[in-house]
């Protein structure tokens, strides 16, 4: 299998002067092992579809039922939104691997995935620090709540994040294909991420390493701070309730929120944060699968089972089913 690859790789490049200069990449995924691939196909597709279907029924429950029309389940929709296009950026890539046998992605194609991958996970950042927000404002300031935070207020701060997600992953991007990748093209990931693309560039990659510290660090940072701002002051306000129920129900608003961050920046920490001399390539696929595909099934499982407006919800959507017309 492996000297497939390399006889394949060798088809993939084309001559400029005395260096070959990449046209393709080929993912080596999680293992070339045919029945193993039927395992991976198999996983993959089940997760891909529970996923799928879990950020489309919250989003459905949180438009058709009106007792969710609040600016919390506005934010959850939209953090449903980002998952179910996130887990779609790198699972069908997979899948049709395991079928078809051809780990090829064009250069464009991974170009592609390397941007929406980048928007996704960059708009998810903000969006995140939007919710906290949101928390702090309906637990600090109860009565104004529903002013303060209007229905504007929500779409522009929605749309900050999406704008803000673009535009990182246009200079992220933007700056990873400026570098000249030539040798040999393989990945030994089930992706196209900025890492394994910048250890195969034939060119210096000391300034790019330094902008793409700086970006990620930047925005991870930035975000990890307001959200602990807000977090700070929401357990100040938790403190000052005098009875053990209002202070149990203040904080089970925030405890779906809080799991949901530490999970996302958890994984983004450690995947970014290491020294690249205690990096391996298994820890980084699982890491990487985990904040991509699997995080992404685990949201909508997260503001659901422990949410009793939106078990409601459902238990309301299956009895009009159940119901006959």
Not at 85 to 113: E, F, H, M
Not at 196 to 213: G, N
Not at 263 to 290: A, H, I, W
């Given at each position: 299998?492996?000297?497939?690859?390399?006889?394949?790789?060798?088809?993939?490049?084309?001559?400029?002067?005395?260096?070959?200069?990449?046209?393709e990449?080929?993912?080596?995924?999680?293992?070339?092992?045919?029945?193993?691939?039927?395992?991976?196909?198999?996983?993959?597709?089940?997760?891909?579809?529970?996923?799928?279907?879990?950020?489309?029924?919250?989003?459905?429950?949180?438009?058709?039922?009106?007792?969710?029309?609040?600016?919390?389940?506005?934010?959850?929709?939209?953090?449903?939104?980002?998952?179910?296009?996130?887990?779609?950026?790198?699972?069908?890539?997979?899948?049709?691997?395991?079928?078809?046998?051809?780990?090829?992605?064009?250069?464009?194609?991974?170009?592609?995935?390397?941007?929406?991958?980048?928007?996704?996970?960059?708009s998810?950042?903000?969006?995140?620090?939007?919710?906290?927000?949101?928390?702090?404002?309906?637990?600090?300031?109860?009565?104004?709540?529903?002013?303060?935070?209007?229905?504007?207020?929500?779409?522009?701060?929605?749309?900050?994040s999406?704008?803000?997600?673009?535009?990182?992953?246009?200079?992220?991007?933007?700056?990873?294909?400026?570098?000249?990748?030539?040798g040999?093209?393989?990945?030994?990931?089930?992706?196209?991420?900025?890492?394994?693309?910048?250890?195969?560039?034939?060119?210096?990659?000391?300034?790019?390493?330094?902008?793409?510290?700086?970006?990620?660090?930047?925005?991870?940072?930035?975000?990890?701070?307001?959200?602990?701002?807000?977090?700070?002051?929401?357990?100040?306000?938790?403190?000052?309730i005098?009875?053990?129920?209002?202070?149990?129900?203040?904080?089970?608003?925030?405890a779906?929120?809080?799991?949901?961050?530490?999970?996302?920046?958890?994984?983004l920490?450690?995947?970014?944060?290491?020294?690249?001399?205690?990096?391996?390539?298994?820890?980084?696929?699982?890491?990487?699968?985990f904040?991509?595909?699997?995080?992404?099934?685990?949201?909508?499982?997260?503001?659901?089972?422990?949410?009793?407006?939106?078990?409601?919800?459902?238990?309301?959507?299956?009895?009009?089913?159940?119901?006959?017309?």
């Amino acid at each position: 299998m492996v000297l497939v690859l390399y006889q394949v790789a060798t088809t993939m490049s084309v001559e400029v002067g005395n260096r070959t200069t990449l046209t393709e990449f080929i993912l080596m995924g999680f293992s070339a092992d045919p029945q193993m691939q039927l395992v991976i196909f198999t996983a993959f597709l089940a997760l891909y579809l529970v996923t799928l279907a879990g950020n489309m029924t919250l989003i459905i429950l949180i438009r058709i039922d009106s007792r969710l029309h609040t600016p919390m389940y506005f934010f959850i929709a939209c953090l449903s939104f980002l998952d179910f296009w996130y887990t779609s950026v790198y699972t069908p890539k997979i899948l049709a691997i395991c079928i078809s046998q051809d780990n090829r992605i064009s250069l464009a194609g991974c170009g592609a995935q390397l941007f929406f991958s980048c928007a996704m996970a960059y708009s998810e950042c903000h969006l995140l620090a939007s919710m906290a927000y949101d928390r702090y404002v309906a637990i600090c300031n109860p009565l104004l709540y529903a002013a303060a935070m209007s229905r504007s207020l929500c779409v522009g701060l929605v749309a900050g994040s999406y704008l803000a997600g673009i535009l990182n992953a246009t200079a992220h991007t933007a700056n990873t294909f400026r570098l000249k990748f030539c040798g040999k093209n393989i990945i030994d990931h089930f992706l196209c991420d900025a890492l394994p693309l910048a250890k195969m560039s034939c060119t210096d990659t000391q300034v790019y390493e330094k902008v793409l510290l700086g970006m990620n660090g930047f925005t991870i940072l930035a975000n990890t701070l307001a959200i602990l701002i807000s977090y700070f002051n929401i357990l100040l306000a938790i403190l000052r309730i005098r009875s053990a129920s209002g202070r149990r129900k203040a904080f089970s608003t925030c405890a779906s929120h809080m799991i949901s961050v530490m999970l996302f920046y958890g994984s983004l920490l450690f995947m970014y944060s290491r020294p690249s001399s205690t990096s391996s390539r298994e820890k980084d696929k699982f890491v990487e699968l985990f904040y991509t595909v699997v995080n992404s099934l685990l949201n909508p499982m997260i503001y659901s089972f422990r949410n009793k407006d939106v078990k409601e919800a459902f238990r309301k959507a299956i009895q009009r089913i159940k119901v006959p017309r």
